[in-house]
């Protein structure tokens, strides 16, 4: 069974400019997750999607915003580019239902903002 | 409110020495306890859980964790630990506000293991 995919690995973007990010979570898993990791702030929550509606949001600006697809692959998008936005992306996916616990992470999508 | 504190930031240890990697949480709500590892570029791979039950956790590559309430701790520990163990450990809390499927994890700051030959 393939892990969660993210994509693309590694972006650079300059200041100003807007990024998409993408995650297709294990087949069958419905819900997705996403996190914001920097040396600074360390792991921060994004948002969490299930059955394509937003079901939390972590404390982000509107910047930053994501979506999710009918066949439950997720993107999230950063708009307005900001250097302390320079991170490592991670999405994490989850069967979703009631009495689950446990995420599965991607290996993560990591943005230099220049 | 939710919380993680992993009171070392860096462990240097020894090849085949013990280890333990320190963590106390705060939760309002039913605990639920994770540790992961994650390796450089890389994300993040769960080593164990504790969602009740038996307060002693086993997981993968050796490493068990306990839980305790009085305490509010959950320390990781490894009896011998390899070269191979060198990576960073998060501790993480999972919170489930309603209407959430999964919730949100709460990490710590992590705690950098490096093994020394």
Redesign the interface.
């Known amino acids: 069974k393939a892990g969660v995919t993210q994509t693309p690995r590694y972006l650079i973007k300059t200041r100003g400019q807007q990024v998409t990010l993408s995650c297709s979570p294990i087949s069958g898993h419905r819900s997705v997750s996403w996190y914001q990791q920097t040396p600074g702030q360390g792991l921060q929550f994004l948002f969490e999607y299930f059955s394509e509606t937003q079901r939390n949001k972590g404390n982000f600006p509107g910047r930053f915003s994501g979506r999710q697809f009918s066949n439950s692959r997720s993107e999230m998008n950063v708009s307005t580019l900001e250097l302390g936005d320079s991170a490592l992306y991670l999405c994490a996916s989850s069967p979703g239902g009631g009495g689950n616990t446990e995420a599965f992470f991607g290996q993560g999508t990591r943005l230099t903002v220049v | 409110a939710q919380s993680v504190t992993q009171l070392d930031s860096q462990v240097p240890v020894f090849e085949e020495a013990p280890v333990e990697l320190r963590c106390n949480y705060s939760s309002s709500v039913s605990v ?1 306890l994770f540790w ?1 590892v994650q390796y450089p ?6 080593l164990l ?1 504790y ?1 009740s039950g038996s307060t002693l956790v086993k997981g993968i590559n050796g490493f068990e964790a306990e839980f305790n309430k009085s305490q509010t701790s959950f320390h990781l520990r490894k009896p011998s630990v390899h070269i191979s163990d060198t990576a960073e450990y ?1 501790c ?1 809390v ?1 919170f489930r ?1 309603g ?12 705690t950098q293991l490096t093994v020394w030959p």
Do not use: D, E, V
Request: hydrophobic share 35%; proline share 4%; no cysteine.
């Open positions: 639920y992961y570029n890389q994300g993040l791979q769960l859980k969602l998060f993480a999972l506000p209407g959430s499927t999964l919730g949100r994890l709460y990490f710590g700051r992590g």
